[in-house]
């Protein structure tokens, strides 16, 4: 039967993309970085475990991560391969820091991550004088064997990714003069503000909606307290459960709002959503509000394809308030989509369709028809739905399920915890259930 409402207050965990780069340039930084809120999920553990083989010390005292950073140049060459799990920014961003380091190192990961392509950060490194061995198809397992010094490039990305960017800004920052990545579509800009925060020396210019990023080599980083904010990813969850359920009154707090990553929000009060921003103030650097959400009626949208960058990873969540909302709702220019922790277009469109929706599929997005508020109503029983390894899948079909008359199963709840391991307590406590369980 369809949920109880979702209210009160909640925090979701520290930003998972800011995490990651807090421990990187924190190891790269001489002295002791103090990081809060850091996400603790596994992807980020995988970078933290990484970056310490790589001779940063870094531990947790208190609700405060230490990190003693080796300075850029002197990261050591880490014994035995490093397990890189099912994080794409730890393994893409890591080939980058290596790429202009004088180290070799052996990178792997699971069933899902051994799986994507890394020739889109091999072909610009391997410009900058990087070797690299990798599995068929450009895949892990992978050696990357560093050239130091490297080779400065200037660099037009072929994809929008903040990943491929940031690999290169991370190879920049041991690299002898200025290496240059132009970014045809504006992708999220985490690594350039901390890059920044960190004392180095990056100029970002806008032109003609092009954003040209020279990033000045040989940099010294310093130390400094970093507090992570929420992460928006996260929150998109409980945004989407809370419109769709009658009776929400959510506030989420202490969100990050970067309009690199905050595509959602604009897209949900499109639909009608009743989303409104509390106490705006600055994080770490990053503009964050509480968000206090009331359940609304939604309606089917065409969403346009230039936001998808700043929501790439919400579409999961956004196809399932498009199979509650009135009307159909249609996305394109989705194709990378198909390569993150799975296909999440085939997936999204099989479990969605197993729980009842309405969905078709084409090369670049999902058109989704929505139910006008009726909860789904799946076979009985729910038949699993399978997440391929895709955190994002289970957690989206979780969802789904607090709208649906036969609920929805999940086949593997594990991928939750690499970015988001409270998920299920915080759901549970939001809808009033946690001590039902
Ligand atoms: O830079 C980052 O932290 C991320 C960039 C995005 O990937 P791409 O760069 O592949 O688009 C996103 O999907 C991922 O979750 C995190
Ligand atoms: C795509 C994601 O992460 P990554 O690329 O780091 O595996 C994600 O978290 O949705």
């Excluded at 990190?67 to 994080?87: C, F, K, R, Y």
């Excluded at 130390?223 to 769709?244: K, Q, T």
């Excluded at 308030?321 to 999204?348: F, H, I, Q």
């Excluded at 709208?403 to 915890?417: F, H, L, N, Q, W």
Aim: a negative charge; glycine letters at 10%.
């Amino acid at each position: 039967m369809p949920s109880s409402p979702l209210r009160g207050t909640i925090r979701v965990p520290g930003d998972k993309s800011i995490s990651h780069r807090a421990l990187m340039l924190g190891a790269l930084a001489v002295g002791e970085t103090r990081a809060s809120g850091l996400l603790e999920g596994e992807d980020v553990l995988a970078t933290a475990a990484a970056m310490r083989a790589c001779g940063a010390r870094i531990e947790k005292q208190g609700d405060t991560w230490s990190i003693h950073g080796v300075g850029v140049g002197a990261l050591l060459q880490p014994e035995g391969a490093l397990d890189m799990g099912n994080s794409g920014t730890s393994t893409r961003l890591l080939m980058g820091l290596f790429a202009s380091h004088a180290i070799t190192a052996v990178l792997t990961g699971d069933a899902s991550l051994t799986k994507r392509p890394m020739g889109r950060v091999i072909e610009p490194l391997s410009q900058m004088g990087a070797s690299f061995t990798a599995s068929p198809g450009g895949r892990l397992p992978l050696t990357v064997e560093g050239l130091c010094p490297a080779v400065p490039i200037e660099y037009r990305l072929p994809v929008a990714s903040a990943q491929v960017k940031s690999a290169l800004l991370l190879a920049g920052l041991n690299t002898p003069g200025i290496t240059t990545v132009i970014e045809p579509v504006p992708t999220r800009d985490h690594s350039e503000r901390m890059l920044r925060g960190f004392g180095a020396q990056i100029d970002v210019e806008e032109i003609g909606g092009e954003r040209i990023i020279r990033l000045h080599g040989e940099a010294e980083l310093s130390p400094r307290a970093i507090e992570v904010p929420g992460d928006p990813s996260s929150a998109a969850f409980f945004l989407v459960a809370a419109s769709l359920v009658e009776g929400s009154d959510l506030t989420i707090e202490n969100v990050g709002l970067n309009p690199t990553r905050a595509g959602l929000v604009g897209v949900l009060r499109q639909m009608g959503a009743d989303i409104t921003e509390e106490n705006p103030r600055t994080v770490g650097g990053e503009p964050v509000a509480d968000l206090r959400v009331r359940h609304a009626p939604l309606s089917g949208i065409d969403v346009d394809p230039a936001l998808a960058p700043s929501m790439i990873d919400e579409f999961p969540i956004l196809f399932v308030a498009a199979a509650l909302a009135e009307g159909t709702t249609r996305t394109s220019g989705l194709e990378e989509l198909r390569v993150k922790e799975s296909d999440r277009l085939s997936a999204m469109a099989a479990a969605l369709a197993a729980a009842g929706a309405r969905v078709e599929e084409s090369a670049n997005g999902l058109v989704v028809a929505g139910t006008a508020g009726e909860p789904l109503a799946g076979t009985e029983p729910a038949a699993a739905v399978a997440t391929h390894l895709d955190h994002r899948i289970a957690m989206s079909m979780a969802v789904a399920g607090l709208a649906s008359r036969a609920g929805v199963e999940v086949d593997d709840t594990r991928p939750i915890a690499t970015s988001f391991p409270a998920f299920t307590d915080l759901l549970a406590r939001a809808t009033g259930t946690a001590d039902a369980r």
